[in-house]
């Protein structure tokens, strides 16, 4: 069995049509045999079940995905347990002990895949973070992100894929979750989110420079650029080239959204 799990710098990608990397397991009789980090080779959405069928994967944990992702990755035949969170490797033994847990959830099913068609709904019982009336219901939304300068960074409008999630169980940021969680259906809302309710501050020690004798072909990086590099454990990560001197260049780790002020325009579609 192989399972895959939306991976960044060694926690569980909590937007599946955007990750960048997953964290592949070979498992065979409640074992892990090997692991090793991928790339999705910047495929989104739907292209992305065809990036893990061609690695034979059995089954895909993830945080959030939309329905179309959903119906994409069935047809390949992965089966999906999402609302998942923090540490892959332990998401993932939690996964084969029978108690995968995920931002507080357990899912106490053994011997098959978690999916929406099991009696948790794919989302394993979770413990609820703020109070509401959509608290701990799986909701369907259509939103649009955008900066205080009016760039959108984020728009399910624009791809046709509404999001679905169980508001208020973390898989979303706070702010995102508090806004929805006493929605009507068809209402929408405005809300500016401050860092402390979205990806949290930026942190400077998440700072790092690194000559370009360490680390060749670097040089010819762009500032701004996305890149995926390797730890000592060969563990896979995402960084942003912030700067570049003479002799090397100067990677920020920090979440692309850290520290940001966010906008979000948002439209709750559906309580299932």
């Known amino acids: 069995m192989i399972i895959a799990v939306t991976y960044d710098n060694g926690n569980v990608f909590q937007h599946f049509g955007k990750t960048e990397a997953f964290k592949l397991f070979e498992v065979e009789d409640g074992k892990i045999l090997s692991s090793q980090v991928i790339s999705s080779n910047g495929a989104g959405h739907g292209a992305l079940a065809g990036v893990l069928s061609n690695h034979k994967v059995n ?150 420079s690194i000559p370009f004798t360490q680390l060749p072909g670097s040089e010819k990086l762009e500032i701004g650029q996305p890149v995926m590099l390797q730890d000592m454990y060969g563990q896979a990560f995402r960084v942003t080239v912030k700067d570049k001197s003479e002799d090397t260049i100067t990677f920020d780790m920090n979440h692309e959204m850290a520290g940001k002020e966010l906008n979000f325009e948002i439209e709750l579609l559906e309580v299932l």
Not at 66 to 94: F, H, M, R, T
Request: with cysteine.
């Open 59 to 208: 089954l895909l944990i993830c945080g959030g995905l939309g329905n179309g992702a959903l119906n994409a990755l069935n047809a390949q035949g992965i089966e999906v347990c999402s609302g998942a969170s923090g540490d892959v490797d332990k998401a993932v033994a939690d996964y084969i002990h029978g108690d995968l847990v995920s931002q507080g959830s357990t899912c106490d099913h053994h011997d098959h895949e978690c999916g929406e068609d099991h009696e948790c709904g794919g989302h394993c019982g979770p413990q609820l973070t703020m109070e509401g009336k959509n608290a701990g219901k799986k909701v369907r939304v259509h939103y649009r992100g955008t900066l205080n300068d009016g760039t959108q960074f984020d728009s399910s409008y624009d791809r046709n894929e509404p999001l679905e999630f169980v508001c208020a169980t973390g898989m979303m940021i706070k702010g995102f979750d508090a806004a929805v969680v006493n929605m009507e259906v068809g209402e929408k809302v405005n809300v500016h989110l401050m860092p402390e309710e979205a990806y949290g501050p930026a942190d400077p020690k998440k700072i790092i």
